[in-house]
């Protein structure tokens, strides 16, 4: 296989080529075969075509070659659109002839639906690729879109044509080819430069990764929209997003996939392991990647970026105009939800607007009300003396519903009053159909960043916020990372007794209350009469995540007599048979008020991961929990992990002092299992924490 440099020069050959064939060339524009030579042409490709098809003399005016090995040139890549069953002789004819780079688009090379023939063809493909060193992007794709370049080989007609597309900033990549070109049509039609797109299908070579990490190193693209089905090789997602943030340029990621529904449909579609959502989101945030929820976030992030640059490291000061009083409520709500401070306006901006208008009122949000429009230099007015008065690092024009004859007499001076604005601005309307059509257009024509609704542009700048804002502490964070140690061989992992529980996480500075491990019923009472007070007895077994459950925990109050307690010893015996339970722990009884839940795990995916929480009982239902990386749990990450809770930011608040000690506790428990591969699960759960000492302890664990 190709090192890095060979990995570099082969993705140039694929995403600017001086020459390229088209194997398997077709007639027809609209069809896979005929897309390429169609689109290469009208969008003025300058380098050289050749058509190969062994059927054929000619192919939309090209001379025809029977293979690409009788091209008489060099050829810098090629597009196979002939069907999986013949595509291996031509890939290896390509690899002969020196060929760079290969957009693969036939399907049929394992994806759930090939069977064990397109499997058993990919494991063909995969070997020729290794010994051959020609570079794939697929199989199943329709390919890539450059516009830097005028070079759009994509073997699909289905896209805006060269006079509706605008050359911007802005590059994407996506696993599923539906979901790049909606992606990269919807951009473009919200004036979204998206001058690269590339579609990787099932990645059985060049992967997303790859084009991210070559999208970093070219000066012309300043953010990377990314749709992923999978994360394929994890190191080197880590390591292409430490990259992307340390240089800053974002990427804005949708993962598809989530849910368990979702997760069946990636792998019935590229085969692809679409893995544990919530780890997947701790790996997306601890690494500075703005995850988004649906398509139209992606280019409503990357048209911010675009148009008002890298994201700063301070919180944004936004102030809004909306002719709407409503509205202006609603976007007022939606900023206060997702962290966008509105400063109240200057009493300059108050005086001016009494008097100048006759029912506004000098606010931020600023509601000109509808006076604006029979005199639309108001509005221009008031936009300018809002800007000039305040002290605003970002605005927001909202607009309401406007017809064609109404929206051209109030948007009349918009652009002049925006020529003003030295705050990055941005734009909202509520599309509605044809009766809105002028409105859009006028409102795009402006060349500021617009969205569909000001609900929108809220969460949009929120995310571009929250990059920036996180960005210093991610880099310091990432620098801080722990080195792994090699992984354990053993597949067979054994439970530790809850005693034994006990003492590893002691060492490790998670506190318990005294405790004594006892084997009979007797023991068990002279236990209960040194500990005093109300006590517990728990089964020493590890198998039982919730002992009470099973009737492996009792509660014996204080004054009840040893009786009591060599009888509870005897029931927990009785019950815990099926377990072979020969010993239990007679612990003190911890007081407190709120219960928490520590633990870590390792993850097939991403390796050991910690987790912090609500705990309980009902840990699974309250929905409070975060998770990290465990080689990333250190310093200020550690107590992030805290206060990234509901129940850690109310203890924050309560007694900051025992949210460092939980911080550290969860960093000590990720440097063990980073440090020791050979444990596969810590659940501390509760731990018990008494809000008038602000003390804590640990009242159950499992190690595994």
């Known amino acids: 296989m190709t090192g890095h440099t060979g990995r570099q020069r082969a993705l140039e050959t694929l995403l600017t ?23 290469l042409r009208s969008f003025g490709y300058r ?21 690409v090995l009788d091209i008489p040139g060099e050829v810098d890549t090629a597009v196979v659109t002939v069907p999986a069953r013949v595509a291996l002789p031509v890939l290896r004819e390509c690899a002969a002839k020196g060929v760079g780079s290969v957009t693969l688009v036939s399907s049929g090379f394992g994806e759930g639906a090939a069977g064990d023939e397109g499997q058993a063809r990919a494991a063909e493909l995969e070997e020729l690729i290794h010994s051959s060193g020609l570079r794939v992007l697929g199989p199943n794709t329709a390919g890539l879109v450059n516009l830097f370049d005028d070079y759009v080989p994509r073997a699909a007609h289905n896209h805006h044509g060269p006079d509706q597309v605008r050359v911007g900033r802005v590059a994407l990549v996506s696993q599923s080819g ?42 012309r693209i300043s953010v990377i929209m990314a749709v992923l089905e999978s994360f394929g090789d994890v190191a080197k997602a880590r390591a292409t997003a430490s990259a992307a943030l340390a240089v800053g340029k974002p990427i804005v990621l949708l993962k598809v996939g989530q849910s368990s529904v979702g997760g069946a449909v990636v792998r019935a579609h590229s085969g692809s392991i679409a893995g544990n959502a919530a780890v997947q989101a701790a790996v997306l945030r601890d690494h500075g990647i703005i995850a988004v929820r649906d398509l139209d976030e992606l280019w409503e992030v990357a048209r911010l970026v675009e148009s008002w640059g890298p994201p700063p490291a301070q919180p944004i000061r936004l102030g809004v105009v909306s002719v709407s009083g409503g509205e202006a409520a609603l976007i007022a709500d939606q900023c206060a939800e997702h962290g966008i401070a ?13 008097s100048t208008f006759e029912y506004a009122s000098g606010a931020n949000p600023f509601d ?28 927001l024009v909202a607009s309401p519903v406007f017809g064609g004859d109404l929206a051209q007499r109030y948007y009349a001076e918009l652009p002049r009053a925006l020529e003003a604005v030295e705050a990055k601005a941005a734009l909202s309307a509520w599309p509605a159909g044809e009766f809105t059509g002028t409105q859009v257009s006028l409102l795009a024509s402006t060349g500021r960043p617009v969205f569909p609704n000001s609900a929108r542009a809220v969460r949009a700048m929120s995310l571009y916020q929250d990059y920036g804002l996180r960005g210093p502490d991610l880099l310091a964070t990432l620098a801080r990372r722990r080195a792994p140690a090699a992984e354990a061989v053993s597949a067979a992992f054994t439970p530790l007794s809850y005693a034994a529980a006990r003492a590893l996480l002691g060492k490790l500075g998670l506190p318990f209350v005294e405790a004594r491990t006892c084997v009979s019923a007797e023991a068990a009472a002279e236990a209960s009469a040194a500990l005093g007070g109300q006590i517990v007895l728990k089964a020493n077994v590890p198998s039982a995540v919730h002992k009470a459950d099973h009737g492996l925990l009792e509660f014996v109050h204080g004054g009840s007599g040893p009786e009591s307690v060599r009888a509870a010893y005897d029931r927990i015996l009785a019950a815990g048979e099926e377990w072979d339970v020969s010993s239990v722990v007679v612990e003190g009884f911890a007081p407190g008020q709120v219960q928490l839940i520590v633990g870590a795990h390792r993850d097939p995916e991403f390796g050991p991961v910690v987790l912090f929480g609500s705990g309980g009982g009902p840990v699974e239902f309250l929905d409070d929990t975060r998770l990290a990386l465990a080689d990333l749990v250190t310093g200020t990450a550690a107590r992030e992990l805290v206060t990234g809770t509901r129940i850690g930011r109310y ?54």
């Open 17 to 39: 080529p001086r020459s390229v064939a088209i194997i398997g060339a077709g007639e027809v524009p609209t069809t896979f075969n005929g897309a390429p030579i169609h689109n």
């Open 47 to 67: 380098g050289e075509i050749y058509a190969v098809n062994p059927g054929r003399s000619q192919v939309q005016g090209i001379t025809c070659h029977a293979s």
């Open 178 to 219: 539906a979901c790049g070109n909606t992606l990269f049509n919807r951009a473009q039609a919200n004036g979204v430069g998206v001058s690269i797109s590339v579609a990787t299908g099932d990645q059985i070579d060049l992967d997303v990764w790859d084009l991210v990490e070559h999208f970093l190193a070219d000066p």
């Open 342 to 354: 509105l400063p109240p306006a200057t009493e300059e901006f108050a005086a001016f607007v009494d």
């Open 368 to 395: 000109p009300t509808g006076e604006v429009v029979s005199r639309p230099h108001r509005l221009r007015e008031g936009i300018e003396a809002f800007v000039r008065t305040n002290d605003y690092s970002h605005m």
């Open 651 to 704: 203890l924050d608040a309560k007694a900051p002092a025992l949210v460092d000690e939980l911080a550290a506790a969860l960093a000590s428990v990720a440097e063990f299992m980073v440090s020791h591969p050979g444990c596969q699960s810590i659940d501390v759960n509760p731990c018990i924490v008494d809000m008038m000492t602000k003390a804590w302890a640990c009242a159950d664990a499992r190690v595994v």
